[in-house]
């Protein structure tokens, strides 16, 4: 689930998140799981990481089951933003800067990201999944997203711990700014200008669906990343961006 992993273990994050994912799905299928939650990621919006193109590959191929599925198991995606404590999050990681002195690293004054936290995160997936289980007139498809209000500055966030155990940003402890990490944005978005976001009368979160309707191969999808995974190792970056440039809904960023 972390960007700068996937960066360096491209045919990895694809086994994982693409086609780890698939075989779990069909299990559910031929043991008639009721529901299959998939937990995607923001980064999935757009992408322009490994972690964020193998996500949204993810998410299309879900979407794709939960429309075409012949018996009764749902699949439903959820999208979340950063979860605050998580591993990996940013929130551990300036504290124990801040336990050491500082500096704290910021990748640049103006990235963004969206927040949540971990039970807003479990909320979501419980709500959703119970929603689109137990209410028929929910549209098959789409992604599901939490409400997180604005994005948050990362630099306004260390700045902000820096105040809270009593300190002054800068005077006492200082930020650095690193630069942003291969595969990383200066801000993330919740859905794409290629999505739609729908009225949802569930507070809390919102349903979004692609405002194409495509007729997506998965079989062809899976097929081409199975070759991917087990051919050479040179440019894979760029033959991963054509699978999905040929299957997303656009506005995918090629490095």
Same mark, same amino acid.
């Given at each position: ?27 559910? #299928? *031929?043991?008639?799981?009721t529901c299959f ?53 940013? @929130? ?23 927040f949540m936290t ?33 994005? @948050? ?16 940003? =800068? ?10 990490? *291969?595969? =990383?944005?200066?801000?993330e978005k919740l859905?794409?200008?290629? =999505?739609? *976001?729908?009225?949802?009368?569930? =507070? ?11 007729? #997506? ?5 899976? #097929? *081409? ?31």
């Amino acid at each position: 689930k972390h960007v700068s992993i996937c960066e360096e273990n491209i045919s990895e994050a694809i086994r994982t998140n693409v086609l780890a994912t698939t075989v779990l799905a069909d299990l559910a #299928i *031929k043991y008639s799981s009721t529901c299959f939650v998939q937990i995607s990621t923001d980064k999935a919006v757009e992408p322009s990481s490994v972690m964020g193109f193998t996500k949204k590959l993810a998410e299309i191929i879900m979407q794709s089951k939960d429309k075409l599925s012949r018996n009764n198991t749902r699949f439903i995606t959820v999208r979340f933003g950063n979860v605050l404590g998580s591993t990996g999050s940013v @929130v551990p990681l300036f504290r124990k800067q801040l336990s050491k002195g500082g500096p704290l690293t910021v990748t640049d004054k103006k990235a963004t990201r969206f927040f949540m936290t971990i039970e807003e995160a479990v909320d979501l997936v419980v709500y959703a999944s119970a929603e689109n289980i137990f209410n028929s007139s929910m549209q098959r498809g789409c992604i599901n997203v939490l409400n997180m209000g604005a994005s @948050v500055k990362i630099d306004d966030l260390a700045k902000q711990i820096i105040r809270l155990s009593g300190l002054l940003p =800068e005077k006492d402890v200082k930020i650095k700014y690193i630069g942003l990490n *291969k595969g =990383e944005k200066l801000y993330e978005k919740l859905y794409g200008d290629y =999505e739609e *976001k729908l009225a949802q009368d569930t =507070e809390g979160y919102f349903l979004v669906k692609s405002k194409k309707n495509q007729d #997506i191969k998965v079989d062809n999808i899976l #097929i *081409k990343l199975e070759n991917l995974c087990n051919s050479e190792q040179d440019n894979l970056y760029n033959k991963l961006f054509k699978i999905l440039g040929k299957n997303g809904e656009g506005h995918i960023k090629n490095k």
